[in-house]
């Protein structure tokens, strides 16, 4: 059998329907064994750095596997970006990269690299070395992609095998199951811990929505009537409005969310691998009376010293530790309206509510507090909203509610910018019926402006959002405050750029919403039209950031 032709059998065997790339001479083949089937698709982007973020768009609202094919060289690389991103995001891509061919390596032969050279950002990197492996070598890595804690895999098959009719070895069956259970004498050891803290808190990361595991999340909490404050990652897999939500940790998280952990005399930690970059180069004081349950032994004593280490899917552990809970006698309080629990994380969120009052004044410039707010009460709880990395992404970590796992997405630790619409993109595809909004700032738009293209092309009804400061300005404050330069140093509002002009060029519906009323209004109206619509919202280039603001 043609081998370009097995490798998409393989995928669509192995449920994987839809294809992220970009065609290149070299990856025709695997175009021309795509084109015309019906039960695959692929969606071309217009930059191979947009390829792989919008297969982590689809993957992180679908929880399918999505496949991403690039040309050698420059489209391998390119697409490192949101391959770093994927992995540490723990999100399964394969990612099938058409490589030299095996006799010309070596020798410099058209957008050659050494296939090691993606070895630190992917799970696993694999090369095809003989054709008739090509199938087992696929589905092998389509299962280690699969297998929890999850990630991205390359695939790197030489060009002149594609086109090769060998006998493909059949390849056996490979299993995806990560390690299941959870060891009974650490769940004993975590619940006797937590059932004797007074104030405990839960920490919720990205393996909670990755294993699906909200429900248990909020039972636990609920049974220990402990405030949840979740990781970036974690943002979602607990209702904004449920009684106990207390907020995301983060660079910007208002000093009594930092409180709030202080002073808790125990902690469940759980499906996270406490990043730098949330707790803030592990300097966030937390419980000495710690639970942590992660899949990856390497996580544990990142930064903390865990009392309780437990090795486990936040699927198995928290039924378990809920059990076990039980078992001890904590039920939860006796259905009082207001908890202690539900009191303290409602002091969190009323004190940023407090904090950031004076942003969301009308009589003063939109601000992206006051802005994403308008944005988050036009939108239905289900909608799903792509959010790009930037400095209104850290205002929306604390001010934009999430009421779903699946439903915000945003990078993690990797905090790459102009992932926003292509992530958005790789969301409306898989998930054609539902409401998909993409919210981004114009220095973020502008790294993937392109992908505007990509939306109106493949006839995408998604909503992007663009905050227009006209400035890089989370490094202009900085700059201004740190470094002695001029304000807006970065800025560029002496060659302002018009957005709506620059999406109606491309084929896209654009608006421009000046004022709160008119933002409200137009995001309403451009979600419910069945076609792709850019909304342009004017904010203040000299709003405050963050960081600098909720410290104070």
Known sequence: MQVHAAVVDALVANGVDTVFGIPGKQTLPLNEAIDGREDVRFVMARHETAVTHQAWGYAETSGKTAATVVVPGPG??????????????????????????????????????????????????????????????????????????????????PKNFLKMDVALADPPAFQREGPKGAAA????????????????????????????????????????????????????????????????????????????????????????????????????????????????????????????????????????IGGALAERGIAGPNGADETAGARRAEAVRADFHERTESLRDDDRPLT?????????????????????????RVWALNAFDAYGPQSYVNPGSWATMGTGLPSGIGAQVANPDDDVVVLT??????????????????????????????????????????????????????????????????????????DSDALSDAVTDAVARDEPVLVEVPTDPNEPQASEWLAE
Request: overall charge negative.
């Open 76 to 157: 391998d690389m390119n697409a490192m970006n949101g391959l770093k991103n994927a992995y540490n995001d723990c999100t399964p891509l394969v990612h099938v990269a058409v490589e030299t061919e095996p006799e010309i390596r070596g020798g410099e032969g058209i957008h050659e690299t050494p296939p090691e050279t993606y070895d630190t950002v992917v799970k696993e990197n694999v090369l095809v070395t003989q054709p008739e492996s090509t199938v087992a070598t696929l589905e092998s890595a389509i299962a280690v992609a699969e297998t929890p804690p999850k990630g991205p895999v390359r695939v790197g098959i």
């Open 441 to 514: 700032g114009d220095g973020g738009l502008m790294m993937c402006i392109h992908e505007l293209h990509t939306a109106v092309a493949e006839g995408l009804p998604i909503t992007v959002v663009v905050f227009r400061n006209e400035d890089y300005a989370i490094i202009s404050e900085e700059a201004e405050r740190s470094y002695a330069l001029r304000p807006s140093a970065y800025g560029w509002s002496d060659a302002p750029i018009d957005f709506v002009a620059l999406a109606e060029s491309l084929g896209m519906s654009g608006v421009r919403a000046a």
């Open 368 to 392: 992206a507090v006051r802005a994403l707010g308008l944005v988050r009460e036009a939108l239905s709880r289900e909608t799903t909203v792509a959010v790009d990395a930037g400095g209104f």
């Open 185 to 320: 004498r650490d769940v004993d050891a975590a619940a006797d811990l937590l059932a004797s803290a007074d104030a405990p808190v839960v920490l919720a990361g990205g393996g909670v929505r990755a294993a699906d595991a909200s429900v248990d999340l909020e039972a636990v909490a609920t049974r220990l009537d402990a405030p949840v404050v979740t990781t970036y990652k974690g943002k979602g897999t607990i209702p904004a409005d449920h009684p106990l939500s207390a907020g995301t940790l983060s660079g910007s998280a208002p000093p009594a969310l930092l409180e709030l952990l202080a002073n808790a005399d125990g902690m469940l930690a759980v499906g996270t691998d406490f990043d730098a970059v949330a707790t803030r180069a592990w300097s966030v004081d937390v419980p000495d009376e710690l639970v942590h349950v992660t899949l990856d032994p390497d996580d544990l004593a990142t930064g903390y010293e865990p009392s309780v280490s437990l090795l486990a899917d936040a699927a198995d552990a928290l039924p378990a």
